[in-house]
């Protein structure tokens, strides 16, 4: 650090003290965002903080799967008390792993200001690159009093020109009205968390959500499932699928599809209907268990994946969808793992 750096940040510490009480450790070091310059903003201090997207989830429930970092995500926030509105700029994404074939990725983010998820931003895609410079800046419109109950959410994707874009990760900024300051533009490096990768490959399942809210009823379509994991010594498998309604952890209800018997890449095409008001669909969770059924002994759990708010990557994003198109089944395929964090206990 140089000698004008130093004096830049004793002034920040004298005049801004309580802005370490923000941040989880102050950087020690100059920044490293790329091309990007404290010069570049003109009046506005920038003052670098690294934290981790962990941080931010500790408090977050106990069934909420935390994934491993896979990659950086550099962002600023202030707020506007003008226009009463949450200032992100998104700087820059290091480090991302490569999705395609090619050995890299076309990414770009999508932002939501939760829980409203009905206004959302998207930056502009850039092709191959690991290493993307956004620079892009978007307004939420909140009041003061209305980020203490706020999250952020950046979701870092892959483009996907003829499938369903891969989600790389995820960053969750909580305690908004505390690290948003109306006098500075805040600069901020977090982990992007991916959901952690199965030791084991135990196939997937397609899966479409479709949610009426007049009428209250949320229907989870089971569609197909693809590579699963033999369990039976001919080498196949007898498997169905079974899905429960959860609530704070509890089992509220439980619906099951038939048995596909001796395969391992079933078609079922079954709609499974659950009764939730519009009130409470922010308050529930889908759990999805696929099972080998044996006529004589206990049936055994081949994989699940889990749905709801309370999620990390695809589980929180197709629920987010599905609440945005209201009516309209919306399809994803999900990556099967061996159990649920949280969901042990049920049977």
Sequence with gaps: MSIFDSVVWNEVIEARTFLF??????????????????????KELVRQASTDSRDALEEEEEDINVG????????????????????????????????????????????????DRKKKFQT?????????VFNETFVFGATCNQLKSRTLQFSVYDFDRFSRHDLIGQVLVKGLEEICDINYEVEYTMDILCVPPEKKDLGEIMLSLCYLPTAGRLTITVIKA??????????????????????????????????????????????????????????????????DYDRVGTNEIMGCCAIGSGC????????????????????????????????????
């Excluded at 550099?74 to 480090?95: P, W």
């Excluded at 502009?124 to 993307?132: D, F, G, I, Q, S």
């Excluded at 089944?329 to 049920?346: D, R, T």
């Design 68 to 115: 491993i970092p896979c990659g950086k995500l550099h962002f600023t926030l202030k707020y506007d008390s003008d226009v009463e509105g949450l200032i992100v700029r998104v700087l820059q994404a290091r480090d991302l792993p490569a999705k395609d074939l090619s050995g890299t990725s076309d990414p770009y983010l999508k932002l939501y200001l939760l829980p």
């Design 226 to 291: 693809r590579y699963l994991k033999a369990m039976d010594i001919t080498g196949s498998s007898d498997p169905y699928v079974k899905v429960y309604l959860m609530c704070q952890g509890k089992r509220i209800k439980k619906k099951k599809t038939t048995v596909k018997k001796e395969s391992l890449n079933p078609v079922y095409n079954e709609a499974l209907v659950f009764d939730v008001p519009a009130e409470n669909i922010d308050d529930v969770s889908l759990l999805v268990k696929v099972l």
């Design 312 to 347: 990390i990557g695809l589980g929180r994003d197709h629920w987010i969808e599905m609440i945005e198109n209201p009516r309209k089944p919306v399809a994803q395929w999900y990556p099967l793992a061996e159990n649920m964090q949280g969901y042990q206990e049920v049977e």
């Design 21 to 42: 009480q923000v941040c989880h450790k102050p950087v020690q070091e100059k920044s490293s965002v790329g091309q990007i310059k404290p010069e570049l903003y003109k």
């Design 124 to 132: 502009r895609v850039h092709r191959k690159n690991l290493n993307p």
